[in-house]
C-alpha cells in the first residue's frame, strides 16, 4: 500500500539555522503531497502542498518541491525561527481520499 | 478553507463507558473523515463517514467499537464505545471539500480523550 516515510526526530537547532526535514513516499500512480504542522497544543495546519511532478508548495518561508524521480517531498527553510517549533508530518493522497501521513518529525529552535 | 469545531474538546471517561465526539463543519462538504492520533504517534484513519449511508472503515476498526453518524453535509458524530486506556487518543475530524481545493483536507481541532 501507500506509506510515507519521514526523517526521524526530534530536531533541535538555532535560530536561522537552515532546516531540512526528508519525507519520501511509496505510492501507486502519481499522489498529491502535504505538509501539515501541528504547533503545540493546537490541531494540525495545513503548511504546503504539491499536485503534479516539478510543483513547488510554499508558505510562511517554507518550501518543498515534487520530485517524481527519486519519489521525495522534502521540506526546506532557509532561516528558522522559535515560533517554527512544532511537529510537522508530511502525507499523501490521491484526489479527495484519505491521507497516509508520516511519522512526524518535532522540530525545536532554540535562540 | 471551512471552518470546523468539535466538541467536547476533551475528555476524561471511566474504562467501559462510552463517548459521542461532534464535529460540526460551517459549509456543506463532500468528504468527512475521523482520525486517531495516538500519544506521540502519527495519525491514523479510522474512517470515512458518508452522508446518509454507513461509514466506511480501515482496516483494524469496526463499526461496534466506533459507530459513527452523518445524518448531513456539515455534521458528523464518532462515539468510541466500551473505552480501555488503550483507547486515550487525540481524536481528529477533518473535511474535504469539491471544488479547485478538492485534494486539501482540514482538520478540527481534536478532542484529547483520556481514559482511566
Known amino acids: 500500500g501507500d506509506s510515507v516515510t519521514q526523517m526521524e526526530g526530534p530536531v533541535t537547532l538555532s535560530e536561522e539555522a537552515f532546516l531540512t526535514i526528508n519525507c519520501t513516499y511509496t505510492?501507486?500512480?502519481?499522489?498529491?503531497l502535504f505538509w501539515y504542522v501541528q504547533y503545540p497544543g493546537e490541531g494540525l495546519q495545513l503548511l504546503l502542498k504539491?499536485?503534479?511532478?516539478?510543483d513547488k508548495g510554499s508558505n510562511k518561508g517554507f518550501e518543498a518541491t515534487y520530485r517524481k524521480e527519486t519519489t521525495s517531498f522534502h521540506l526546506e527553510k532557509g532561516s528558522v525561527q522559535v515560533s517554527d517549533s512544532a511537529v510537522y508530518f508530511c502525507?499523501?493522497?490521491?484526489?479527495?481520499?484519505?491521507?497516509?501521513f508520516g511519522t512526524g518529525t518535532r522540530l525545536t529552535i532554540i535562540p | 478553507s471551512a471552518v470546523i469545531s468539535q466538541k467536547p474538546s476533551r475528555d476524561i471517561c471511566q474504562r467501559g463507558t462510552s463517548l459521542t465526539i461532534q464535529c460540526q463543519v460551517d459549509?456543506?462538504?463532500?468528504?468527512m473523515f475521523w482520525y486517531r492520533q495516538q500519544p506521540g504517534q502519527s495519525l491514523t484513519l479510522i474512517a470515512t463517514?458518508?452522508?446518509?449511508?454507513?461509514?466506511?472503515?480501515e482496516s483494524g476498526f469496526v463499526i461496534d467499537k466506533f459507530p459513527i453518524s452523518r445524518p448531513n453535509l456539515t455534521f458528523s458524530t464518532l462515539t468510541v464505545s466500551n473505552m480501555s486506556p488503550e483507547d486515550s487518543s487525540i481524536y481528529l475530524c477533518?473535511?474535504?471539500?469539491?471544488?479547485?481545493?478538492?485534494?486539501?483536507?482540514?482538520f478540527g481541532p481534536g478532542t484529547r480523550l483520556t481514559v482511566l
Open positions: 502525507a499523501l493522497n490521491f484526489g479527495n481520499e484519505k491521507l497516509t
Open positions: 505510492a501507486t500512480g502519481y499522489p498529491s
Open positions: 477533518s473535511v474535504a471539500t469539491s471544488g479547485r481545493s478538492y485534494n486539501e483536507q482540514f
Open positions: 463517514a458518508n452522508q446518509g449511508s454507513e461509514a466506511t472503515y
Open positions: 504539491a499536485t503534479k511532478a516539478d
Open positions: 459549509s456543506q462538504v463532500t468528504m
